[in-house]
């Protein structure tokens, strides 16, 4: 179990930046990485960006791919996700979660962040 704390979000303009934070603590054992996923208003939960822990390649939905980059420091036990040309449609309230081989996530979830996109 990995307790998690996200921080970051906030009220940006259309074609705006923002970059989320996650603090990490616990064990990592079982799973694949560590994960971003989003709700936005009305919708179910969906994985955005993943980064394995054994350092391979990095996952991202098709709906962010050259926008959002994730990234860890794990000195610091923290992965981030880097948000730029972000749209109205990438409002939601953003997790961090750990996630199987499968992209699943585990059953601990954080408070999220809420990003809301608008001018």
């Known amino acids: 179990q990995v307790q998690v704390v996200e921080s970051g979000g906030g009220l940006v303009q259309p074609g705006g930046s923002l970059r989320l934070s996650c603090a990490a603590s616990?064990?990592?054992?079982?799973?694949?990485?560590m994960g971003w996923f989003r709700q936005p208003p009305g919708k179910e939960r969906a994985i955005v960006a993943g980064?394995?822990?054994?350092?391979?390649?990095?996952y991202y939905a098709d709906s962010v791919k050259g926008r959002f980059t994730i990234s860890r420091d794990n000195t610091k036990n923290t992965v981030y996700l880097q948000m730029n040309s972000l749209k109205p449609e990438d409002t939601a309230v953003y997790y961090c979660?750990?996630?199987?081989?499968?992209?699943?996530?585990?059953?601990?979830w954080g408070q999220g962040t809420q990003v809301t996109v608008s001018s």
């Open positions: 979660n750990q996630y199987y081989s499968g992209l699943s996530p585990t059953s601990f």
């Open positions: 616990g064990s990592t054992f079982g799973t694949y990485g």
């Open positions: 980064i394995p822990w054994s350092g391979g390649s990095t």
